[in-house]
């Protein structure tokens, strides 16, 4: 077979384009294992804080070890990088999100300590002032106020799910109502059960009851939107801290409601029959509040972990390395590290 000069400069160049594109890296890839090993020497090409230290990382190879503290550098991958980082939606107004996300427990807590206040100082013999029980109010509207943050962060979130948020989030004026109707209306002109026995009002057991599926109600609407959140929160979705808080809290006031319906019955009743109803219903009550208390600050826990990361953009394995990557190369070096 005869090869033409024009054949030979040809083939040539084939050969030459060849050796360009084998590069020593992947040759070595090949005589080592079929796999992503030499990648894992590139550097990084994005900004990456230490996980321990801070020290921006950015330039030195992934095998390599920090060097202002010396942990290892795919360590840090481990630990910041989320592979879930390319799905997450960006937040539309992340501080304005971070500050309602805080002020909706956080005023649920408070308002729940301020309804604690009323309470105690009942059963010290003194009521309490009107500014504790207004602050229940107010703190209850607060609360709402900071809910609007679950409605639509960002997009691509089902429309019945911001629906519902919006649904959640207007049923806390109803309920800031129906806590002004207790405190501030019924409670001053009779004693309450909680102190007097014998003092039951079907009136003011059927607020409460009302207050109850309001909670209940309100906690089922916001639920959907708060997951989003659980979800954004590499800590919190790893499951490591995951809890099931607000089904907690429906369960408690499942058992506050129980209280009410007790009390709601006794009214039909009087004497003994009405003071063991009494006393069964404040006991449920008494013990459902208490848990709802907890739940709520369970919330407020989670909140302050979720916040920072709402505040940061999610760190993508494409974002510190330029894109040489897949997610699979996490995987791969996690099992490799000794
Ligand atoms: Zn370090």
């Not at 799910?161 to 049923?171: E, K, Q, S």
């Not at 760190?315 to 996690?334: C, I, N, P």
Request: net charge positive; aromatic share 6%; hydrophobic share 50%.
């Amino acid at each position: 077979m005869r090869v033409g000069g024009k054949d030979r400069c040809a083939i040539q160049e084939a050969a030459g384009s060849l050796d360009s594109t084998f590069d020593p890296n992947q040759s070595a890839a090949f005589s080592a294992a079929p796999e992503v090993q030499p990648l894992l020497a590139k550097e990084l090409t994005g900004d990456l804080r230490c996980a321990r230290c801070k020290y921006n990382l950015r330039g030195l190879s992934i095998r390599a070890r920090c060097p202002e503290c010396g942990m290892s550098i795919r360590g840090t991958i481990l630990a910041k990088v989320d592979p879930h980082a390319t799905e997450l939606q960006p937040i539309y107004f992340p501080r304005f999100t971070a500050i309602g996300l805080l002020l909706w427990p956080l005023a649920g807590v408070l308002a729940a300590l301020f309804l604690w206040c009323v309470r105690a100082s009942e059963l010290a013999g003194h009521p309490a002032p009107g500014w504790i029980a207004d602050g229940v109010v107010l703190c209850t509207l607060l609360s709402g106020f900071g809910a609007i943050a679950l409605v639509r962060p960002h997009a691509q979130i089902a429309p019945d799910c911001v629906a519902r948020a919006i649904v959640g989030v207007l049923l806390y004026l109803p309920l800031a109502l129906a806590f002004h109707i207790v405190l501030n209306r019924i409670d001053p002109i009779a004693p309450t059960p909680f102190v007097a026995l014998g003092q039951l009002s079907t009136e003011r057991s059927a607020v409460r009851l009302v207050c109850d599926l309001l909670l209940m109600i309100i906690i089922a609407c916001l639920r959907p939107n708060a997951r989003l959140f659980v979800h954004r929160s590499m800590l919190l979705r790893s499951g490591r801290v995951d809890r099931q808080t607000m089904l907690a809290m429906v369960g408690a006031l499942a058992v506050v409601t129980l209280g009410d319906l007790a009390h709601l019955a006794g009214t039909q009743f009087s004497g003994g029959i009405e003071q063991i109803a009494q006393v069964l219903g404040t006991v449920l009550i008494a013990v459902g509040s208490m848990f709802l208390t907890v739940g709520m600050f369970g919330i407020l826990v989670d909140m302050f972990r979720i916040v920072p990361a709402v505040l940061s953009i999610p760190v993508s394995l494409e974002s510190v390395t330029d894109g040489q990557f897949s997610g699979s190369m996490l995987s791969t070096s996690s099992s490799r590290v000794p």
